[in-house]
C-alpha cells in the first residue's frame, strides 16, 4: 500500500515538473517575440549591412 503510493507521489511530481517547463519556455517565447517585435527594424538594418558589407 505504502509503495502504491510513493510511486503515485512520484508520477505526480513529474507531471508537475513538465507543466512548470513548458510555462517557462512559454515565458520565454513571449520574451522573445516581443524583443523582436521591438528591435525589429534595427536587426533587419544591421543584418542588411552586413550583406551590403561583402
Same mark, same amino acid.
Given at each position: ?6 510511486? %503515485?507521489? /512520484?508520477?505526480?511530481?513529474? &507531471?508537475? &515538473?513538465? @507543466?512548470?517547463?513548458?510555462? *517557462?519556455? @512559454? &515565458? !520565454? @517565447? !513571449? /520574451? @522573445?517575440?516581443?524583443?523582436? !517585435?521591438?528591435? &525589429? +527594424?534595427? *536587426?533587419?538594418?544591421?543584418? %542588411?549591412? =552586413? =550583406? +551590403?558589407?561583402?
Amino acid at each position: 500500500m505504502m509503495l502504491k503510493k510513493m510511486e %503515485q507521489f /512520484v508520477r505526480e511530481e513529474e &507531471g508537475q &515538473g513538465m @507543466a512548470e517547463y513548458g510555462l *517557462i519556455l @512559454a &515565458g !520565454v @517565447a !513571449v /520574451v @522573445a517575440a516581443g524583443i523582436f !517585435v521591438t528591435l &525589429g +527594424d534595427r *536587426i533587419e538594418t544591421l543584418i %542588411q549591412s =552586413i =550583406i +551590403d558589407s561583402f
